[in-house]
């Protein structure tokens, strides 16, 4: 699976983003689909996670509860494209944003090396 992340950029404080992460090679159907970030000199840490039946029917998802509420995970079955909604942006979420993904095996993982496949970052920048 090849991952690849976009949609970052600049955004004030109390703005809103829309991260994509588009997968080529298979679809994301019996996937688990990460969002991670990383600030600089911080380590790398979960965001928001999702898993989702091959047509969508059934779905999973879970958030850190720095994101609880502000951040959506999504999934666009036809684009086989996982969405990350960004909104109430704060300046701490400034930080360079991952997706990444594995096999579904049951719950979702908040743990990076559990996930074999991942995207290039895509930077998000929160001004106050």
């Known amino acids: 699976v090849q991952l690849q992340a976009s949609g970052g950029g600049l955004v004030q404080a109390g703005g809103s983003l829309r991260l994509s992460c588009a997968a080529s090679?298979?679809?994301?159907?019996?996937?688990?689909v990460g969002w991670f970030r990383q600030a600089p000199g911080k380590e790398r840490e979960f965001v928001a996670a999702?898993?989702?039946?091959?047509?969508?029917?059934?779905?999973?998802?879970y958030y850190a509860d720095s994101v609880k509420g502000r951040f959506t995970i999504s999934r666009d079955n036809a684009r086989n494209t996982v969405y990350l909604q960004m909104n109430s942006l704060k300046p701490e979420d400034t930080a360079v944003y991952y997706c990444?993904?594995?096999?579904?095996?049951?719950?979702?993982?908040?743990?990076?090396?559990?996930?074999?496949?991942w995207g290039q970052g895509t930077q998000v920048t929160v001004s106050s």
């Open positions: 090679g298979r679809t994301f159907s019996s996937y688990a």
């Open positions: 990444a993904a594995d096999r579904w095996r049951g719950g979702l993982s908040q743990v990076p090396s559990e996930y074999a496949y």
């Open positions: 999702g898993s989702w039946s091959g047509a969508g029917t059934y779905y999973n998802t």
